[in-house]
């Protein structure tokens, strides 16, 4: 860590918790901020995926058969 994060860490250490959550939610939203180019990327993708799986060159698992599988581990 730099020094400067360093001392932000410190001063949000000693702020109520209260207010810990305020700075933590405006982390999280500045942090989770859509990206164009990602959200485009995956679309192009699942149009692709789709496209095949109707097509027959590939095939799906049915849901029950994921659940149980993930159940069972």
């Not at 999280?28 to 995926?49: H, M, Q």
């Amino acid at each position: 860590m730099t020094k400067s994060v360093e001392k932000v860490v410190e001063n949000i250490q000693h702020l109520p918790d209260s207010d810990e959550l305020k700075v933590l939610a405006a982390l999280l939203e500045d942090l989770d901020k859509p990206d164009p180019e990602i959200d485009r990327v995956w679309a192009e993708e699942a149009r692709k995926r789709w496209k095949a799986y109707k097509a027959g060159r590939v095939s799906a698992t049915p849901y029950e058969t994921v659940m149980a599988k993930h159940r069972g581990s």
